[in-house]
């Protein structure tokens, strides 16, 4: 998978693309991640991304020339690495006005081969944008001062899904969302912990052996949290 994200701020979360989950699977080569710096993009002298609204009102806005020309070079040209756009390749916008990201959607975006994210900032994105995307996405009614976290979010849901990313990928299978269920409570050593008098003990039917009990338990416990 190719992830190519468009941003003001190519080194902003480096850290984190570089730990954990991510960054095993960019040392194993599973996922690859571009970064396009929207100022290489424009054509005055002080790099201006942004201008003022037509009509007036407060802030500033995202002028479509450089993001189209930043699209242009991926998708016409070779990315960073000299390879040519992928065949199944979606470009998303990160907008409040987008389709609230979900489990769902993160197993259809990790069947493509490509990635391309356009992050939004200030008051917006110039409307016109949307005759050279696929789709826009949003976390949630809320608002963050930049969309990168909400790149790396799409990203660390997306790659986890890919095969050989993930040490164990039979987790996959009982995961929280999976199969519109969320999953059962889980439990580990001490049997019993102890705590200002109170003992607090794991379900004793973890401790049985008894596997179809077990599964009976975990199904049962997913659906009371599911309509909880």
Wanted: aromatic fraction near 10%; charged fraction near 30%.
């Amino acid at each position: 998978m190719q992830y190519d994200i468009i941003t003001i701020f190519p080194k902003i979360l480096d850290s984190y693309y570089n730990e954990s989950i991510i960054g095993r699977a960019l040392k194993n080569k599973k996922i690859k991640i571009n970064y396009y710096d929207l100022r290489d993009f424009t054509d005055d002298k002080r790099k201006t991304v942004d201008d003022t609204p037509y009509g007036g009102g407060p802030g500033m806005i995202l002028k479509i020339e450089p993001l189209v020309k930043a699209l242009q070079k991926i998708t016409n040209g070779l990315d960073q690495s000299g390879e040519k756009k992928k065949k199944k390749s979606k470009i998303i916008l990160l907008s409040p006005h987008g389709k609230t990201y979900n489990q769902k959607i993160a197993q259809q975006f990790s069947e493509l081969d490509q990635i391309i994210f356009v992050n939004g900032y200030y008051e917006g994105v110039d409307n016109r944008l949307d005759n050279f995307i696929d789709d826009q996405i949003s976390l949630g009614n809320f608002v963050l001062s930049n969309s990168e976290l909400a790149v790396a979010m799409i990203i660390d849901s997306t790659a986890r899904l890919l095969p050989g990313v993930l040490g164990n990928e039979e987790s996959l299978k009982t995961e929280s969302f999976t199969n519109n269920f969320l999953e059962y409570p889980q439990y580990t050593r001490p049997e019993i912990f102890k705590f200002k008098r109170k003992k607090y003990q794991v379900p004793p039917v973890l401790l049985s052996g008894n596997h179809a009990e077990i599964d009976k338990w975990r199904k049962d416990n997913s659906e009371k949290i599911k309509h909880s």
